[in-house]
């Protein structure tokens, strides 16, 4: 069954889904690194694919940008496709000084100024957590594949544009490592519906040397947490 967001077939996800904010970036994966690729969706041009990977059957579906477009995807993903496994590859900024552009953030926790876990979580606040391990799983992945990466806490915002002159010296005194607009509200849901959710992002940009990734270098900067993440979902069929 199709939903509203999204015209794939029943059977046509893998259990294990990859979700780019862009997508042009899932485009760019499933192009570049999986075998036998199907488009499964295009409404609204959230593309999503299926392929295999080195013999594992895996999905890209891209979620847009912010908590609410991401949250539809992923609930529609749990309920009709029978998804269970989701790991979020963005990217994100940093205030962090040793934490540099091109730099991968494996995230453990993500808090927010977002509302939507609260009026989820009955007013209360949620400890959103990635689950363990997803996380082990990609810490191992980059270890092998020799590549350097950082654990750590993340902020996501609703605001991309922020005034809020003080929050960056909040974040660092916090050692928030990264910011981004989706993880927290995907680690609640994911822990409401009982799947697994990792996030994984690359520094594009970074808040206080004002560096950032050209935009049209994006795809190709996005290599290390690409391969990490793909890496990491056959170590789970491992474990």
């Not at 694919?49 to 539809?72: D, V």
């Not at 029978?82 to 979020?88: A, D, L, Q, S």
């Amino acid at each position: 069954m199709t939903t509203v967001h999204i015209n794939a077939k029943k059977g046509d996800f893998s259990d294990c889904v990859l979700m780019p904010g862009d997508p042009f970036r899932a485009r760019y994966i499933a192009k570049n690194y999986l075998k036998c690729v199907v488009e499964v969706t295009n409404v609204r041009s959230m593309l999503g694919y299926t392929g295999q990977y080195k013999g594992r059957r895996i999905s890209i579906m891209s979620h847009g940008i912010g908590i609410p477009s991401c949250l539809i995807y992923v609930q529609e993903l749990v309920f009709e496709y029978n998804v269970t496994k989701i790991i979020r590859i963005g990217t994100c900024g940093t205030c962090i000084s040793h934490v540099n552009i091109n730099d991968v953030i494996i995230c453990l926790g993500a808090s927010t100024d977002s509302k939507v876990n609260r009026l989820r979580f009955n007013d209360n606040d949620f400890s959103a957590v990635a689950d363990f391990n997803l996380v082990c799983n990609l810490k191992i992945a980059a270890q092998n594949l020799g590549i350097k990466f950082h654990v750590g806490n993340f902020f996501s915002t609703d605001l991309f544009y922020n005034k809020n002159i003080h929050l960056l010296d909040l974040l660092k005194r916090y050692s928030i490592l990264g910011i981004d607009m989706e993880t927290a509200g995907m680690y609640s849901l994911a822990a409401e519906l009982g799947i697994q959710s990792a996030s994984i992002c690359t520094v594009s940009d970074h808040l206080v040397t004002q560096e950032k990734i050209d935009y049209k270098k994006r795809e190709s900067c996005l290599n290390n947490m690409i391969e990490v993440s793909l890496e990491s979902l056959l170590l789970d069929d491992v474990n």
